[in-house]
Structures are given as C-alpha cells and as structure tokens.
C-alpha cells in the first residue's frame, strides 16, 4: 500500500506511479490524495533465455567422403531411367463459369431459407401519460375567516386532531392534513419521488396517491382511496394576525399527534411562497403537519425551521395549496 499526503504536486505523481505499477483502486478523503495500491507486486521482466554454451551446441555434421562412387566390376551399369512424365495442368476455369456456378450456389441457399415474416409486428402500446398535476394545489380546500372566541388547546385538538394523519414511505416518516374527505395536504419532502404513500392513523393504515405536486415549492397533494372521516378548514392568510395564538399538530421524529403551542411571529415570503412565521415548536417529522389558529382553522403547512435560533419555525401558508377558478383542472 503507498499513501501520498503531499500536496497537489505529489498526488499526481502518485497518480503517475500507481498507474504504472497496476494501481487496482484510488481512495479521496476530504482534500488529501490518497493513493491506494490493491494489486500484486509489479511484474518482474523475465530475462530472454541465453544461448547455450559453445560445448552444448550440436555441431553440423559434413561427411568426409566427397568423391564420386564407382560401380564395381561385375555389377552391370544400371540403365538410365526416363523421366516420369507430370501430369498435364488441368485448364483453368473462365471468369464467365466461375459466376455462373456462383450464382448456381446462391440460388441453392436462397431456396433452403425460411420465407421471410410479412406478419406485420405489434407495435409497443403508448405508456398512458401521467395523472400528477404539476402545480401542487387543489380545489377542494374551503376557505373560511376566524369568527368566534378562542378555543383551549385541548380543545383545539379534539376539533382539528382528527384531520392529521401520520406517513409513512420507504424512506421515513412525516404528516399531511386533510381538507376535504378525500385530498390531503402535504410537503413534496415527506413523500419525495414516490407516487403512493401510506396515511396512518392509529391502526388504520390506507394508501394515498399523489394527485398534485410541485417540488420547487414543496407542495404536494394527496388522495386517500377511501373516504376520510374529518376534515378542516383553511384560513385566508390575508386575516391572519401577527401576535394570534397558534397550535401545531403533527408527527415529530414518528410521535403520532403530538401538540405543541405558540404565536404567530410573522409573515413572510420565502422562496416565492407565503409563509408564516411560528413560535410554536416543530422539529423533524413535523413537516407536512399543521399549524392551527385557536378555532381549530388551518393556517399553514409546517414545513421547516432555522437550527441556528430559536423558535424559528415556518409553516407554507395553507391558501398556498388554493387552486384559482382560472387554473381549475379536472383530475
């Protein structure tokens, strides 16, 4: 194993040297060049055999006697012997025979093949184009203004309560509330590239599609396949009031229906979207939770906060989901 730690100049020497001595794998830790060496020892050139010894060598063999071998005297001369005749070249072919006898063995071939499919093959069917809408908003939420005295946080919960639900996907868990019996509001974090997720509410447990999505403002709707037995309403962030009571509901770290309380801070505009400002608590597995006025209305989406203070908690505006008349779309 060899460890380069010096500076951009001696990584790429290291780099250089690895790969010439078969480097099997290069590790990087933070800003230092680490060079790890995997493979076996390099190879060792193999010298080329040498030649053996002049003593080893086979020496050529000459035979010594070089001159011309007489007949004896009894021995008659043998006659000499014609030469064999060699057979005659057979002619060659024409260019002419040559193509046809080619075209004879084409001929041939063509016949042994199968005949060709003229069925006319089915042609892939068309993938059906996707039911999301990208706007991530809804028709279905009510709005309605505040209109009565406050309620107790208790009370509060047992009116809003039964519209949070936990949910759960394949990478963690979150919240969404319903706002009508059947189209739930959430953030396009919890249920990230999934198209279904499961809502959960004590033991009930059903799936949920979702209908309406933009991930650039973190807006996300659902539909639940069966009926929801509670629903609420959403407050116009226009009659807000800056200083009002307010309550969230959610799931943090997969506490189902946990309840905190606080204050709407302020409003802002963040990235494009309304938002309001909390100083009720929220932490993670809040998102996609709500944020209720003291009558029991939505406010907003509990979306996230700033870990550097305190009490900087954040809810996307609930009206945000609203779809105008003008962006109606049959889904």
């Known amino acids: 194993m ?5 500076g951009l100049g001696k990584g790429v020497a290291s780099v250089l040297f690895a790969t010439l001595l078969g480097t099997a794998g290069v590790a990087y830790a933070d800003t230092t060049l680490t ?3 995997t493979g076996g020892n390099p190879a060792t050139p193999t010298p080329a055999a040498a030649a053996p010894p002049a003593a080893e060598q086979q020496a050529a063999v000459i035979p010594d006697d070089t001159k011309a071998i007489e007949p004896k005297k009894d021995e008659k ?9 060699k057979p005659e070249d057979k002619p060659k072919p024409k260019k002419d025979d040559q193509q046809n006898a080619m075209n004879a063995l084409l001929n041939n071939l063509a016949k042994q093949q199968p005949a060709p499919d003229t069925k006319e093959k089915a042609k892939p069917k068309a993938q059906p184009a996707s039911a999301v809408d990208l706007t991530g908003k809804t028709d279905a939420l009510r709005l309605e203004t505040r209109d009565g005295a406050d309620l107790r946080a208790d009370e509060v919960f047992e009116k809003a309560g039964g519209a949070v639900y936990k949910v759960k996907t394949e990478r963690g868990l979150g919240s969404a509330v ?20 499961k809502i959960v509410r004590a033991k009930d447990e059903q799936t949920a599609k979702v209908v309406s999505k933009n991930a650039d403002a973190d807006r996300c709707v659902l539909r639940a396949a069966a009926k929801l037995p509670k629903w609420v309403t959403v407050r116009p962030y226009e009659d807000i009031k800056v200083g009002e009571r307010a309550v969230t509901i959610g799931t943090p ?5 946990t309840v905190a309380e606080g204050i709407v801070s302020s409003k802002r505009v963040f990235n494009q979207s309304r938002v309001i400002q909390t100083s009720a608590p929220i932490s993670q597995g809040s998102s996609g939770g709500g944020l209720f006025d003291a009558r029991g209305h ?14 900087l908690n954040f809810a996307l505006a609930a009206e945000e989901f609203a779809q105008e008349r003008d ?3 049959s889904r």
Do not use: M, W
């Open 298 to 311: 939505l406010l907003g989406i509990t979306t996230f906060y700033f870990k550097a203070g305190q009490n």
């Open 35 to 37: 060079i790890v060496i």
């Open 77 to 85: 001369p043998q006659p000499d012997k014609k030469p064999e005749k």
């Open 327 to 329: 962006e109606t779309v």
């Open 253 to 257: 770290q997969g506490l189902e229906l």
């Open 178 to 197: 319903a706002i009508s019996d059947s189209e739930l509001l959430t953030n396009c974090h919890v249920v990230g590239d999934f198209d279904e997720v």
């Open 2 to 6: 060899s460890d380069y730690r010096n």
